[in-house]
């Protein structure tokens, strides 16, 4: 399949992640990415939801959110999010290394958009960056797109 990327604008992405390595993993994969840029990385949660309620910030097209956090963890993120009047449109990836089936039930139940567990090796971690790049800014539809 081929994607008409030319049409495309350049996607926000905010990430929410305390680990440095993950952050330097991904921000290196984001780099080489035509349809998206890490416009903003939070490494806690009290910290990105101070910078989403700042009406001064730009906010993102698609949030990249990690569960296990210091003070405030990507649930109680993502439960704040979607009872936001304009922030619980945005799309939100759990992206966590938990596997924990009451983690992905309960973080789906709270109207995550998907969930997808971080791999271990740095070749799948840029294969699954990918293939989220692929779904998210090229083929689906976000309510930041001035055609949605």
């Excluded at 780099?31 to 939801?49: C, P, Q, T, V």
Aim: a negative charge; charged letters at 30%.
């Amino acid at each position: 399949m081929t994607i008409d990327t030319e049409n495309k604008r350049v996607l926000n992405v905010m990430l929410v992640e305390d680990d440095p390595a993950d952050v330097m993993l991904i921000k290196k994969i984001f780099e080489n990415s035509s349809l998206a840029k890490i416009s903003n990385i939070s490494s806690d949660g009290e910290e990105a939801i101070a910078y989403l309620n700042d009406e001064t910030t730009t906010k993102p097209d698609i949030i990249l959110l990690d569960i296990n956090m210091p003070r405030k963890d990507g649930k109680q993120v993502l439960a704040e999010l979607k009872t936001h009047d304009t922030l619980k449109r945005t799309p939100i990836i759990m992206l966590t290394s938990s596997k924990a089936r009451n983690d992905v039930v309960e973080c789906y139940s709270m109207h995550a958009n998907s969930y997808v567990a971080k791999p271990s090796s740095i070749a799948d971690h840029k294969k699954l960056l990918e293939a989220v790049e692929m779904f998210w800014f090229s083929l689906a539809l976000l309510p930041t797109d001035k055609h949605a």
